[in-house]
């Protein structure tokens, strides 16, 4: 039987902050911006393994659709990556290298949210992982109490990442996909709905990343 990625990562709800916050972090309709700026506090005494710097001096930058005006301003990786549906775990490893994604942190939390129309809406399965400063600088989620006794969670975000991808796998299939071809609705056409993924660098600084699945037509 196929597995959910919720069988190994807690998945979080998407109104998940007890707290009045601007945005909510499971609100996977908005994009974080990108930036070292701040709308909530980090204490002082927490490593969170930020490069150093003045959070206070860079704004907070919103997504463009241009990808020369796309770059993030105060970070030297990010964007969007497009991959097949079978990208193999080295390939994976240096894309996380090359984008700045931390592979081995476990201090996020997850959201995750399935398309109704995926035709329309270009994705099938879309995870968000928020690590523990991004839910306290960037969303202004979390108390000072909470963010001091944020829970790990089992998997690394490389891991997660893998992880999601094979299930998504298990579920839609690789190469002229049925399930996919039911889904979309469209058979006897020429051109065939294909498993691929996309991964979002959504803010390297705190921590934000976005990896869904999707079809391209064959």
Same mark, same amino acid.
Do not use: Y
């Given at each position: 039987?196929?597995?959910?990625i919720a069988d190994w990562v807690r998945i979080s709800p998407d109104d998940w902050s007890s707290k009045?916050? #601007?945005?909510? #972090? &499971?609100?996977?309709?908005r994009f974080a911006p990108m930036g070292r700026g701040r709308i909530g506090s980090l204490p002082a005494d927490l490593d969170f393994g930020l490069p150093p710097g003045n959070p206070d001096f860079f704004s907070l930058t919103a997504h463009r659709s241009h990808p020369l005006l796309n770059a993030p301003i105060t970070e030297p990786t990010g964007g969007t990556l497009y991959l097949d549906g079978e990208p193999n775990r080295e390939d994976l490893a240096a894309?996380?290298?090359? +984008? &700045?994604? #931390?592979?081995?942190?476990t201090d996020y939390a997850v959201f995750l949210t399935q398309a109704k129309k995926p035709a329309?809406?270009?994705y099938l399965t879309q995870l968000r992982i928020v690590r523990r400063a991004?839910?306290?600088? +960037?969303y202004d989620a979390l108390s000072v109490a909470e963010l001091r006794s944020f829970p790990r969670q089992g998997l690394a975000v490389g891991a997660l990442i893998?992880?999601?991808?094979?299930?998504?796998q298990q579920r839609w299939g690789t190469g002229l996909s049925p399930q996919l071809c039911e889904r979309f609705g469209i058979p006897g056409l020429p051109f065939r709905p294909t498993l691929a993924f996309g991964l979002t660098i959504e803010n390297a600084f705190y921590g934000v990343y976005r990896l869904w699945s999707r079809a391209w037509l064959m």
């Open positions: 039987m196929t597995k959910s009045t916050v #601007p945005v909510q #972090p &499971g609100d996977l309709r894309a996380f290298r090359l +984008l &700045g994604v #931390p592979a081995d942190a329309e809406e270009r991004a839910l306290a600088a +960037l893998r992880k999601f991808i094979e299930t998504e």
